[in-house]
Every structure is written in structure tokens, then in C-alpha cells.
């Protein structure tokens, strides 16, 4: 579990802004992958110009911001002169497609696993779910050992305390609104609050909501599973229990959720993968072996939780 944890912890540099302080609204995926051509390309002044403000329909920054949202949420990536649209999100968001408007809960988990499992442009989101174990906590009490675990993995990067303290306020309130007043867009409740991960218990103090999570679907379950493998141990056939429910950046931790719900979802591996998948317990010894899985495999099984 350590050699798994300090492989994820070196991967990247830090990322604390972008957003403009805007949590991810439901629609801003579907408002940037509208912007893409037909070979899904995006030019990167279609978020700069003047004409922004009328294309997306929001103010300036919010327009900065879903620039932000759709990247770390790996709708399009960035190609240096112009950002390209994924082929996951392109079966997802475009007409006709799984999910078009980013309604199903499937889409809401997919992104939150990009931010809290991937840590991309998400470092906050990151730390929060791997790192935080307190069962309760505040904003203030969470911006010291967040500078301290960013200053671990770029000692050059400069970070002021209100950068930090910004961020945190727009990861919590993504998970956990706040009431909101102002401009429909301000209404709008954020993309990841119907998650039920994160609640406010007092005025300014949360808490994770751990357990089964019933609207977590199998497949994106599974697909995160096989993403974790892949980035932290791609040469190892099997993986044992401990390390998917508690290894940093594992689905356990990411989703938050309970040794029994876990050991349910690994039981029903084999069928949902065809084999390819499958859990074992004997002698005491819990783990999942894994035949060659592609990248096509992967996409399945996040196809799955829309069907």
C-alpha cells in the first residue's frame, strides 16, 4: 500500500485554480462539447474572444471556468493550438449519446473519479478525498495540511493562503452547496452535490457520507478499478482487497465507500467483465486476478452504467 501511495503522489504538479471559484454546473460539459467540430476539435479562442459571453451564454468568467471544468474533467484535452474532445466524451455528450445532457448520475460519477481519483488540474479534490480521515472538519482547519502536501510535491511552487482557501471553498461547496443567491447560474446546484459524498453537519463543518452508494453504478465501479490498476500497479495480475478499499487513489477511498459494499461489487467482477475480472477469497488471502484488459475494455464498462 505505501509503494502504491508514493507512486500517485509523485505523478503530478499541483493545480489550485481555474475555476474562478464556480463549482461544476450540470450543463457546462454539454456547453463546451457544443463548441466542438465535427473531428471534435475545439480552438482555444472559442473560450477567449468577445463572442464567448454570447456562445456559452454566461458571464466572461464563468466561461473561463467551464474552459477549466471541461479539462479537468477530461471532456476535451489540451492539443497546444487547439483542445480536443475525448472519445469517451463524445459517446457520451453528443445528441443521441449516453447521456447528452449530463443528467445521469453515471457522468457525475465519471468526473468526480477524474478529480479525486486522477488528481488532473484537481489537486485539492485529490488530497480531500486520499488524505483527509478526520470525521468531521472545517475549511480553515483543512488549508495548513493542504499547503504542506502541495509544498511536498512542488517545494517551488508559490502558493498563497488565499489561493488555497479559494479552492477549498469551491471543492467543498461542488460537494456540499451552499444556498446560493443571484443569477440562475448561481441557483444551478452543483454537478458532483448529487453524489451525497460530502455534507455540511454545522454551519461551516462537514463530513463524508461513507457507505454503499447505491447510484454508483458497477461499471463505473469497475472502470475506475481498472484505471487504478493500470496507473499504479500495470504489471501485477492480481490486486488484493486492501489496496482497492484503502490504498491512496483507490475506488475505495475515492468513493467513499464500506468494506461490505466493496467485497459486492468485487463478487460480481466476473460476470460484468466476462472473466476477464475475477474476484477470489481463500485462505484468507482477498484478492482480483485480471486477464489482459485494453482501453476498449475500460470504455465497456463505463458504457455499462447507462444501459
Known sequence: MKTTSSKISRVASVHFSGHETFPLRQMWLKKAFDQASGDGLIP?????????????????????????????????TDEGDTFRVTRLAMEILQSGGLDPYAEDPATAWLVHWQLAGRRHRSTTWYWLFNHVTAPTFTRQELE????????????????????????LETCLRSYA?????????????????ELGLLQEVHKGQYAFRRGPKASLHDGIFTYALIDFWNRTAGSQSSLAFETIAYAEGSPGR??????????????????????????????????????????????????????
Open 44 to 76: 482555444k479562442t472559442t473560450f477567449t474572444t468577445e463572442s464567448s459571453i454570447a456562445a456559452f451564454g454566461v458571464g466572461k468568467n464563468m466561461v473561463a471556468s467551464i474552459r477549466h471544468w471541461a479539462l479537468a474533467s477530461g471532456v476535451m
Open 144 to 167: 495548513e495540511p493542504l499547503t504542506e502536501y502541495a509544498r511536498s510535491l512542488d517545494p517551488k511552487h508559490r502558493l498563497s493562503s488565499a489561493t488555497i482557501s479559494r479552492d
Open 177 to 193: 452547496p451552499r444556498t446560493a443567491a443571484g443569477s440562475p447560474e448561481d441557483f444551478a446546484e452543483p454537478l458532483l452535490a
Open 254 to 307: 475515492v468513493f467513499k465507500l464500506d468494506e461490505e459494499s466493496i467485497a459486492q461489487r468485487l463478487i460480481s467482477l466476473a460476470d460484468l467483465t466476462r472473466g476477464k475480472l475475477a474476484w477470489t477469497d481463500s485462505a484468507g488471502l482477498r484478492q482480483v486476478h485480471r486477464k489482459a484488459l485494453s482501453n476498449e475494455d475500460q470504455k465497456e464498462m463505463a458504457r455499462r452504467a447507462y444501459e
